[in-house]
T-cell receptor, first 118, second 112 residues
Framework: GAVVSQHPSRVICKSGTSVKIECRSLDFQATTMFWYRQFPKQSLMLMAT?????????EQGVEKDKFLINHASLTLSTLTVTSAHPEDSSFYIC??????????????FGPGTRLTVT | QKEVEQDPGPLSVPEGAIVSLNCTYS??????FMWYRQYSRKGPELLMY????GNKEDGRFTAQVDKSSKYISLFIRDSQPSDSATYLCAMMLSGGYNKLIFGAGTRLAVHP
């Protein structure tokens, strides 16, 4: 159990366009979802935390108008990178946690989405 | 100073060796300590978690926490080539959907 999926796994887009990444909890209700960014050979950096039905809480230095996060249901959160630029190219990973996950503080990670902006 | 320090390696060991991975932290308020394994181009998977000082064992893996020294370790016994991955330590202030603070990750290669 506790499977998290992401779609797409890989996306290439042109500079200036927007791209949406989906994160789904497949077998549990995720009251909280987290979005991370990972550069090559570096650790995960938390971008934002979203609770179902609420506005996301962004970490310091993350542009909320550029990285739009929506957590409309207990099984789906989306990250939209708006007006993407080459420096936005990265590996984006989501994780999910919720009362039906066990232990409750555990975050279950998705497989990640590789974004390349040309 | 980073909240969580971890040597990025890489660490290369022969099959069967005992591997020791370590992290130090500065925030004494951290209560939960985790070790994640991440294969290339994949999301992290939880290996072990603990919330108290001492040792916790699970098969070939042993997690050790020393809160007085703000130091945690992961030991892998009888290492296998399939253990080759990046190992990330992570810490949380308290339970219940709180954010994880990750170390930089240590890249481990176990060669036959």
């Amino acid at each position: 159990g506790a499977v998290v999926s992401q779609h797409p796994s890989r996306v290439i887009c042109k500079s200036g366009t927007s791209v949406k990444i989906e994160c789904r909890s497949l077998d549990f209700q995720a009251t909280t979802m987290f979005w991370y960014r990972q550069f090559p050979k570096q650790s995960l950096m938390l971008m934002a935390t979203s609770n179902e039905g609420s506005k996301a809480t962004y970490e310091q230095g993350v542009e909320k108008d550029k990285f739009l996060i929506n957590h409309a249901s207990l099984t789906l959160s989306t990250l939209t990178v708006t007006s993407a630029h080459p420096e936005d190219s990265s590996f984006y990973i989501c994780s999910a946690s919720g009362p039906s996950a066990s232990p409750t503080y555990e975050q279950y990670f998705g497989p990640g989405t590789r974004l390349t902006v040309t | 100073q980073k909240e969580v320090e971890q040597d990025p390696g890489p660490l290369s060991v022969p099959e069967g060796a005992i591997v020791s991975l370590n992290c130090t932290y500065s925030n004494s308020a951290f209560q939960y300590f985790m070790w994640y394994r991440q294969y290339s181009r994949k999301g992290p998977e939880l290996l072990m978690y603990t919330y108290s000082s001492g040792n916790k064992e699970d098969g070939r893996f042993t997690a050790q926490v020393d809160k007085s020294s703000k130091y945690i370790s992961l030991f892998i016994r009888d290492s296998q080539p399939s253990d080759s991955a990046t190992y990330l330590c992570a810490m949380m202030l308290s339970g219940g959907y709180n954010k994880l603070i990750f170390g930089a990750g240590t890249r481990l290669a176990v060669h036959p």
